[in-house]
DNA sequence: GTATTTTCGACTTTATTGTTAAAATATTCT
DNA sequence: AGAATATTTTAACAATAAAGTCGAAAATAC
């Protein structure tokens, strides 16, 4: 009787493939029903329409892309170590998860006030995250002391200036030393010396 | 005045690129037309429809394998070299065209006797030039006398065998074993001791 | 300037897609 | 077993999107 979460789960995971290779638009019901070895309609019993299962995807990506950041930066004691780490967590996974972002920010209805309300709640708990990294750092008198939500909030908006080349040159080493720059500056601007 | 088989050839550019990613299916007029800043009418201008520009693709990339063919098997003297070279790049040319026949096979209408003809065609030119290896092979008594025209006739279904995994599965250094292997298993037969 | 080539927007036609409701089938419970 | 519930299928249909047409405007050649 808890078939319907798993069956929920397969259908969001076929739909996963399906969004990320042909975005949003490209991708028919049809698409995911015969993936799924499923009738078209079958869909609808789990699935209020095909928002909904693009909204299922999402989070479910959201999700993953949080544990891989929780996975990547436990263990790691020293916090600039650890910032760096999870900036270029953050920007690898994103390049996996960006296909959908980019399939769906060139389709100017209803869709995008979702996309961008979740990013929005994304954005913030990705501030929190950063500034608490930082906030070690203070602590262990590693970074000068400074205004760490002002701090934080500044490297979420250079990490989202960052994605926006993702979409276009996807070279994974030039984008690590993008991101080994950005963390250069930022800290020789942050650590004491 | 000749600006047409110019524009003609970028449409087929445009049009490549778009097939191969999304295959005949998903790929629109409109998004050509799109690739290529033309309004979509303007595309007929050039092709009668859809299918035109499906045809000239297939041809224009048919011209390609054909090329690579040639370019990476001439200088190769010893014939053993050159088949398995021919092999090689065949079927990782292959890979990348695969996508094409791939969306195509499974509609089943008026496409599939265009694509098959092409392809017995292509079936026939191979089996000639895999025949002409083998002759080459025989005359520098370097393989058995045998019958040359089986024999390459054998080795096109063996790579056409090869080509349906392929579409599953990506691997190319899976893919690089397996010819590997198949051109052993057939040397030893082949070669004298 | 006129003739020719090329582009494009506005349409029409055709095919696909999303969605729904209801019927059919399978599964679980008593 | 058979009632109750859960799932899948079928068939329909409106909405949307796509292919393809046509005439006329731009651009270019003559």
Avoid: C
Wanted: no cysteine; glycine share 4%.
């Amino acid at each position: 009787m808890k078939k319907k979460e798993t069956v929920k789960q397969e259908i969001i995971e076929a739909a996963r493939q399906l969004f990320s290779r042909y975005g949003f638009r490209k991708t028919t019901m049809e698409d995911i029903a015969r993936v799924t070895h499923k009738g078209k309609s079958s869909l609808y019993y789990y699935f209020r329409n095909k928002e909904e299962v693009f909204r299922a995807v999402i989070i479910h990506e959201a999700s993953i892309l949080r544990k891989a950041l929780k996975d990547a930066t436990t263990g790691i004691s020293d916090p600039a170590e650890k910032l760096e780490k999870y900036m270029k967590v953050r920007m690898h996974t994103m390049k996996e998860l960006i296909n959908y972002y980019d399939a769906v920010e060139h389709e100017y209805d209803s869709h995008y006030s979702f996309v961008d309300r979740l990013r929005d709640q994304f954005d913030q708990d990705e501030a929190q995250a950063i500034r608490s990294i930082l906030d070690e750092g203070v602590e262990q008198d590693k970074f000068q002391a400074l205004d760490t939500e002002l701090a934080a909030n500044t490297l979420v908006i250079a990490m989202k200036g960052l994605e926006y080349p993702l979409v276009w040159k996807g070279s994974a080493q030039n984008l690590d030393k993008r991101i080994q720059k950005i963390v250069k500056i930022l800290f020789y601007g942050l650590l004491k010396r």
